[in-house]
């Protein structure tokens, strides 16, 4: 059984290491993200992947072109089967995306890049 994620570590150290080590895949995103996961191992973050970033920094977006919501136990689901979890979670409403939906998909990519723990 794979060890739990934790989500504060995801967004505050390990994927802002891999938008480092992947720039220019990051920055074709194109689109801004707010990022709010709610329970006690969550928190809030804004992700940069336009020209200006990448980065990935604690705290809320003043303008984000996309807004994923999502509960700390449903994002560890997410994050260790992403293509098998996201849609279920999505149309159960456990996933919440506001603004370009198409967005989210590149997001999903992106989040992808950070190595899970075994």
């Known amino acids: 059984m794979p060890t ?11 994927l802002p290491t891999a938008l480092a080590a992947n720039t220019a895949a ?12 709610t329970g006690a191992g969550g928190g809030d973050w804004t992700i940069d992947l336009t020209a200006k970033g990448p980065s990935c920094k604690a705290g809320k977006a003043a303008a984000a072109d ?16 992403p293509e098998v979890n996201a849609v ?8 919440k995306i506001t603004g370009n939906q198409s967005h989210a998909l590149k997001l999903g990519k992106i989040l992808s ?5 075994k």
């Open 4 to 14: 739990p994620i934790d989500i504060r570590k995801f967004f505050n150290t390990d």
């Open 26 to 37: 990051a920055k074709a995103v194109g689109a801004r993200f707010q990022i709010g996961v």
């Open 66 to 81: 996309c807004t994923v919501t999502i509960a700390d136990a449903d994002f560890r689901k997410l994050a260790e089967k």
């Open 88 to 95: 279920t979670l999505f149309m159960s409403g456990k996933l």
């Open 113 to 117: 890049l950070v190595p899970l723990p």
